[in-house]
């Protein structure tokens, strides 16, 4: 499917750097602020121009008349509602409701900055009581004024200004228009008098807000090379506000910067003429009374968080928020006709039982592993033969060449490099040409786990050995973490790269583990799946028991800080943890625990945020994932050969599917380009790919009118590139008898 410096110093000779004492009492320090933050804006709309005059109209005033005759005759000016001086809300009050009606006579542009000085020539409309609806708890004041602003932002000025007449509520008092210019337009002595007034009883706030009005202020004469003044407002500004030492320092340190780009490059900083006074003027906002002066595009936020909570209660939500379906006329609501829940193919290579897979990053390919000692990479597109926009899978590679059973598979960032490992060895893939790059051998036990750094640097591996091992892209060896107190069962690296998530047993409280019976000799449960895994962590039975009378296994979880290497947090958990993943907000950790439960962890709280029940998990490991829009779902395999589906935030179990052969569902994975595919694989040697049952629909149109046009799809009657690959009707049985030829077909790798 197409998823389709060193730098040089100032010729200048500064004075040295002498910080006076605090000219009062020292006070509590402040909480250390980063210095600079990132620069996102919201942008504004341009306004849309309206639709032409209806020619039944009387036709529009010329602008060279002073005054266009009308039906209204001239306001008196002593109705016109003139500015407040309040700088609170600039309204006032006769107790009944009935407010004066003071405008903004603001001249510039940006969070509802009006562009006319003129009033109107409306009249004011006293209505009684102060709610919008009488039976609604919503303040009449708050909500006109945050349609005047939403009216400005997007253009529509002289209807803000006529709302404001009209309702006698004006956006924001003269005091905070006039303080908003001054910052926009870096008239730093008028912002800072403005402060005080504002700042009335919240001398904290106002320390807080002096501050980042003195920095913005010294690093506009930095980029101006105004040394010297920089240098005086580091000295008599900045140092005086008892600002923690290491903060002063790195400012100080900006004097060495030898032009503004190098200024702008260290501070991650935009400069005067980008949008830096606009995000100085956001952060002041925090230290503002909201009802003194109103958040930016405050209206918009309201309504994208109604969205968003529409969207957390719709259980069935797998529709990008942005979708051109959503509409602010109705409830948001997901059809479950739209969900994947039906299988669409069945992809058989396998001659034994399947354990892992991975989509790769684009989405097109798929690698599976398992019992048979070898990975498959299968690729998905539009069929070349017919035209029709009909899937078809085929094997793109198969890579045989390892020693044991295959439990492990890791893609690169770039989809180049495919990682497995079997047993105690990791091998290194180039995908297009299935050619084995290295064979690392570090690790003396399982490898259990790998995982790419999301910047595409490296990789890190973990196993029953207690190892975790960061390696370069190329499979040189990085550095070893050494023995953790763990034997580790699997691992993740948060998508932030902040920390690396592991879970395990406790090294201290297990037996030496039992030999695992040869290749050649029967096993005592022929399902189970990763039955090296299990036998290397002492033969558990799935209740974390060592045999008769042993002691309890520990199970831990260990958070570490991926730059330091050291853990933040640990706890032990009741029950064998056997997966692990996290989501793509690197907030939560999903974990597979026997018996028969998935719990979503916290990674900032560090608790249990949810907990999944349904799915059977006892003696094999099992793999469950995040799945469609922003990780909604979580799936997950289970012992009764179904695949289970809950809704992530309520918890609700949604889907159990059936399909799949005798034995366990061992991995799920959600396809990362389309939210409405995702893929099992199983004990019965399958792998099964899920899509919602109104796609199925199109693509048998699309077949019949293949076949009645004598085109045929070549993808299940062994000729074609599907050769080995079943389609599947959504209601009705499998339809290939080709399954024994699929590492056959063309395009397969290592034979």
């Given at each position: 499917?197409?998823?389709?410096?060193?730098?040089?110093h100032?010729?200048?000779?500064l004075?040295?750097?002498?910080l006076?004492?605090?000219?009062?009492?020292?006070?509590r320090?402040?909480?250390p602020?980063?210095?600079?933050?990132?620069?996102?804006?919201?942008?504004?709309?341009?306004?849309?121009?309206?639709?032409?005059?209806?020619?039944?109209?009387?036709?529009?005033?010329?602008?060279q008349?002073?005054?266009?005759?009308?039906?209204?005759?001239?306001?008196?000016?002593?109705?016109?509602?003139?500015?407040?001086?309040?700088?609170?809300?600039?309204?006032?009050?006769?107790?009944?409701?009935?407010?004066?009606?003071?405008?903004?006579?603001?001249?510039?542009?940006?969070?509802?900055?009006?562009?006319?000085?003129?009033?109107?020539?409306?009249?004011?409309?006293?209505?009684?009581?102060?709610?919008?609806?009488?039976?609604?708890?919503?303040?009449?004041?708050?909500?006109?004024?945050?349609?005047?602003?939403?009216?400005?932002?997007?253009?529509?000025?002289?209807?803000?200004?006529?709302?404001?007449?009209?309702?006698?509520?004006?956006?924001?008092?003269?005091?905070?228009?006039?303080?908003?210019?001054y910052?926009?337009?870096?008239l730093?002595?008028?912002?800072?008098?403005?402060?005080?007034?504002?700042?009335?009883?919240?001398?904290?706030?106002?320390?807080?807000?002096?501050?980042?009005?003195?920095?913005?202020?010294?690093l506009?004469?930095?980029?101006?090379?105004?040394?010297?003044?920089?240098?005086?407002?580091?000295?008599?500004?900045l140092?005086?506000?008892n600002?923690?030492?290491?903060?002063?320092?790195?400012?100080?340190?900006?004097?060495?910067?030898?032009?503004?780009?190098?200024?702008?490059?260290?501070?991650?900083?935009?400069?005067?003429?980008?949008?830096?006074?606009?995000?100085?003027?956001?952060?002041?906002?925090?230290?503002?009374?909201?009802?003194?002066?109103?958040?930016?595009?405050?209206?918009a936020?309201?309504?994208?968080?109604?969205r968003?909570?529409?969207?957390?209660?719709?259980?069935?939500?797998?529709?990008?928020?942005?979708?051109?379906?959503?509409?602010?006329?109705?409830?948001?609501?997901?059809?479950?006709?739209?969900?994947?829940?039906?299988?669409?193919?069945?992809?058989q290579?396998?001659?034994?039982?399947?354990?892992?897979?991975?989509?790769?990053?684009?989405?097109?390919?798929?690698?599976?592993?398992?019992?048979?000692?070898?990975?498959?990479?299968?690729?998905?597109?539009?069929s070349?033969?017919?035209?029709?926009?009909?899937?078809?899978?085929?094997?793109?590679?198969?890579?045989?060449?390892?020693?044991d059973?295959?439990?492990?598979?890791?893609?690169?960032?770039?989809?180049?490099?495919?990682?497995?490992?079997?047993?105690?060895?990791?091998?290194?893939?180039?995908?297009?040409?299935?050619?084995?790059?290295?064979?690392?051998?570090?690790?003396?036990e399982?490898?259990?786990?790998?995982?790419?750094?999301?910047?595409?640097s490296?990789?890190?591996?973990?196993?029953?050995d207690?190892?975790?091992?960061?390696?370069?892209?190329?499979?040189?060896?990085?550095?070893?973490?050494?023995?953790?107190?763990?034997?580790?069962?699997?691992?993740?690296?948060?998508?932030?790269?902040?920390?690396?998530?592991?879970?395990?047993?406790?090294?201290?409280?297990?037996?030496?583990?039992?030999?695992?019976?040869g290749?050649?000799?029967?096993?005592?449960?022929?399902?189970?799946?990763?039955?090296?895994?299990?036998?290397?962590?002492?033969?558990?039975?799935?209740?974390?028991n060592?045999?008769?009378?042993?002691?309890?296994?520990?199970?831990?979880?260990?958070?570490?800080?991926?730059?330091?290497?050291?853990?933040e947090?640990?706890?032990?958990?009741?029950?064998?943890?056997?997966?692990?993943?996290?989501?793509?907000d690197?907030?939560?950790?999903?974990?597979?625990?026997?018996?028969d439960?998935?719990?979503?962890?916290?990674?900032?709280?560090?608790?249990?945020?949810?907990?999944?029940?349904?799915?059977?998990?006892?003696?094999?490991?099992?793999?469950?994932?995040?799945?469609?829009?922003?990780?909604?779902?979580?799936?997950?395999?289970?012992e009764?050969?179904?695949?289970?589906?809950?809704?992530?935030?309520?918890?609700?179990?949604?889907?159990?599917?059936?399909?799949?052969?005798?034995?366990?569902?061992?991995?799920?994975?959600?396809?990362?380009?389309?939210?409405?595919?995702?893929?099992?694989?199983?004990?019965?040697?399958?792998?099964?790919?899920?899509e919602?049952?109104?796609?199925?629909?199109?693509?048998?149109?699309?077949?019949?009118?293949?076949?009645?046009?004598?085109?045929?799809?070549?993808?299940?009657?062994?000729?074609?590139?599907?050769?080995?690959?079943?389609?599947?009707?959504?209601?009705?049985?499998?339809?290939?008898?080709?399954?024994?030829?699929?590492?056959?077909?063309?395009?397969?790798?290592?034979?």
């Open positions: 499917m197409e998823t389709a410096v060193v730098p040089a100032h010729t200048e000779v004075p040295p750097l002498i006076p004492p605090p000219a009062s009492p020292p006070r320090p402040r909480p602020r980063p210095l600079i933050s990132p620069w996102n804006v919201p942008t504004t709309t341009p306004a849309t121009p309206p639709p032409p005059r209806p020619s039944s109209l009387p036709p529009a005033p010329d602008p008349t002073p005054n266009p005759p009308g039906p209204f005759p001239d306001p008196d000016p002593s109705l016109i509602p003139g500015p407040s001086t309040d700088p609170m809300n600039g309204h006032s009050t006769n107790g009944n409701g009935v407010r004066s009606s003071p405008l903004a006579l603001g001249n510039g542009t940006g969070n509802g900055l009006a562009k006319h000085g003129k009033a109107p020539a409306v009249s004011t409309i006293h209505l009684p009581g102060t709610r919008l609806y009488q039976d609604l708890f919503m303040d009449r004041e708050e909500f006109i004024r945050l349609v005047v602003q939403s009216l400005r932002d997007v253009g529509y000025s002289e209807s803000a200004a006529t709302l404001e007449a009209e309702s006698g509520y004006a956006m924001e008092s003269v005091e905070v228009s006039q303080f908003r210019r910052i926009l337009d870096g730093w002595p008028k912002a800072e008098a403005s402060l005080s007034r504002l700042f009335k009883g919240n001398e904290e706030g106002l320390c807080d807000a002096r501050f980042l009005i003195s920095q913005q202020k010294y506009e004469l930095l980029e101006g090379k105004k040394t010297t003044a920089a240098l005086q407002v580091l000295r008599n500004e140092a005086p506000m600002t923690e030492a290491e903060q002063l320092h790195t400012l100080s340190s900006f004097l060495m910067c030898s032009d503004p780009e190098e200024l702008r490059q260290r501070t991650g900083w935009d400069g005067a003429s980008g949008s830096s006074r606009q995000q100085l003027l956001n952060d002041l906002q925090l230290y503002i009374p909201s009802s003194v002066m109103i958040p930016p595009r405050r209206l936020t309201l309504l994208h968080q109604a968003e909570y529409q969207n957390s209660r719709c259980v069935y939500h797998n529709s990008p928020l942005e979708s051109s379906s959503s509409s602010l006329y109705t409830d948001h609501h997901c059809n479950k006709s739209a969900f994947p829940n039906t299988t669409t193919t069945i992809l290579g396998h001659s034994d039982e399947v354990w892992n897979m991975q989509w790769s990053h684009d989405g097109a390919y798929l690698a599976t592993c398992g019992k048979d000692k070898s990975a498959i990479v299968w690729k998905a597109g539009l070349s033969e017919t035209g029709h926009p009909i899937e078809e899978w085929s094997t793109h590679q198969i890579l045989r060449d390892h020693p059973f295959v439990g492990c598979l890791a893609w690169s960032l770039d989809d180049s490099i495919l990682l497995t490992s079997a047993e105690q060895c990791i091998k290194i893939w180039n995908v297009k040409t299935g050619v084995c790059l290295e064979t690392l051998t570090e690790h003396t399982t490898v259990t786990a790998l995982a790419w750094l999301p910047d595409g490296g990789f890190i591996s973990g196993a029953l207690g190892k975790i091992i960061h390696w370069n892209a190329d499979g040189k060896l990085h550095e070893s973490w050494g023995i953790t107190p763990i034997r580790v069962t699997d691992l993740a690296i948060t998508p932030d790269l902040t920390r690396l998530v592991t879970i395990g047993m406790d090294r201290k409280s297990i037996l030496p583990p039992q030999p695992r019976p290749p050649g000799a029967p096993t005592s449960n022929n399902n189970n799946n990763g039955g090296d895994q299990s036998s290397a962590s002492g033969g558990t039975n799935g209740t974390g060592q045999g008769n009378g042993a002691t309890k296994n520990i199970n831990k979880l260990i958070i570490y800080d991926l730059g330091t290497k050291r853990p947090f640990s706890v032990t958990l009741e029950g064998e943890l056997t997966s692990l993943k996290v989501s793509q690197s907030r939560y950790a999903l974990i597979n625990l026997a018996p439960e998935i719990r979503l962890w916290d990674l900032d709280t560090n608790h249990v945020a949810r907990k999944y029940t349904g799915q059977k998990q006892g003696k094999h490991v099992i793999r469950s994932c995040f799945g469609g829009i922003d990780g909604n779902f979580v799936v997950s395999g289970s009764d050969s179904k695949v289970y589906i809950w809704h992530r935030e309520s918890g609700i179990l949604l889907e159990e599917l059936t399909g799949h052969g005798e034995g366990s569902v061992n991995s799920v994975a959600w396809n990362p380009r389309n939210e409405r595919m995702f893929a099992s694989c199983s004990d019965d040697h399958t792998i099964r790919i899920w919602a049952p109104m796609r199925i629909s199109s693509l048998e149109s699309a077949h019949r009118g293949a076949e009645g046009s004598g085109l045929g799809l070549g993808m299940a009657n062994g000729k074609g590139k599907g050769k080995g690959v079943a389609k599947q009707r959504w209601d009705g049985p499998v339809q290939s008898e080709e399954a024994s030829v699929v590492g056959e077909s063309s395009g397969s790798g290592l034979s």
